[in-house]
């Protein structure tokens, strides 16, 4: 499996960075939505929506509210969006506490459900277009990705290795104490050298990057941990089987959608 999960990295690797990299906003955004838009089908899924015409029509309308978004696409709105996913997330950590809560299959919870899943993805797309139309904002974008991805490989090393205590065994028993740890010691370590990258001189700034960097991997977990409880829930061990060995577009991007929000408040709160 994990022979695998190197293969498709690999091969999606040099498409993620020409594409954060190269294009303009406008059209790095565009492509992030249509994404998203596969994101939106498979939460549906999650929620409860088990006919394919029931996704397609979530997925319709989550293309409607990229494309307005998008097109309107004003920093205080993309702020605004954006400051809403980090109280979201908040928020989110006590959803967590209680394992069963939504988790009967009626038409009441798969609402909430879908509505939460509006809350995991449109600040997502938000932030991710704001931080891009900044300032050095190519890089900035990368350097939030980065961090994640080096969260992740961080976690499952140390975890493998050192990993006793289980993080929240009823939700994903794979994850330890000893992963998070170590993906707080990767991240912090990856926000240190791209803030140094990306020119950050002041003291003070680049020591609020590295707590930043910290603070983005601790929401990467909750989202992590909020998309296998969903998944608990629907009785999937997968989102979808788009990537081999990573499974759907939401097994990819759980982590990406919680820490897009924080980190790009914490680069505006921070000046950078």
């Known amino acids: 499996m994990l ?9 999606l690797l040099p498409v993620v960075l020409a594409l954060i990299l190269l294009p303009p906003t406008g059209f790095f955004a565009a492509v992030v939505a249509i994404v998203f838009v596969g994101a939106a089908w498979e939460w549906a899924q999650l929620a409860g929506l088990r006919t394919p015409a029931g996704r397609a029509l979530v997925a319709a309308a989550a293309a ?3 494309l307005v978004l998008l097109l309107v696409r004003t920093h205080g709105l993309l702020a605004a ?5 980090v109280a979201w997330w908040v928020a989110c950590c006590f959803w ?3 394992f069963t809560f939504a988790a009967a299959p009626n038409s009441e919870n798969r609402m909430l459900k879908l509505g939460a899943g509006l809350l995991v993805i449109v600040p997502a797309l938000a932030a991710v277009t704001d931080m891009h139309a900044s300032f ?5 974008t990368l350097l939030a990705l980065v961090i994640v991805w080096a969260a992740d490989t961080g976690a499952y090393f140390s975890g493998r290795y050192f990993g006793r205590r289980k993080l929240a065994p009823r939700i994903s028993p794979g994850k330890t104490w000893a992963g998070v740890y170590g993906a707080f010691v990767a991240g912090g370590l990856v926000a240190f050298v791209g803030g140094w990258l990306l020119g950050v001189a002041d003291g003070g700034q680049l020591a609020g990057l590295i707590v930043l960097g910290v603070l983005t991997v601790a929401v990467a977990v909750v989202g992590d941990l909020f998309e296998s409880l969903m998944k608990r829930h629907a009785s999937v061990k997968d989102s979808g089987h788009l990537f081999p060995g990573h499974g759907g577009l939401l097994d990819r991007l759980d982590s ?3 820490a897009l929000p924080i980190f790009a408040a914490g680069k505006l709160i921070l000046g950078l």
């Open 3 to 11: 022979k695998q999960r190197v293969i498709t990295a690999a091969i």
């Open 256 to 258: 990406v959608f919680a």
């Open 136 to 140: 050095h904002g190519h890089g900035w």
């Open 96 to 98: 967590l506490r209680h």
């Open 81 to 85: 969006l954006t400051f809403a996913g």
């Open 64 to 66: 409607v509210v990229f």
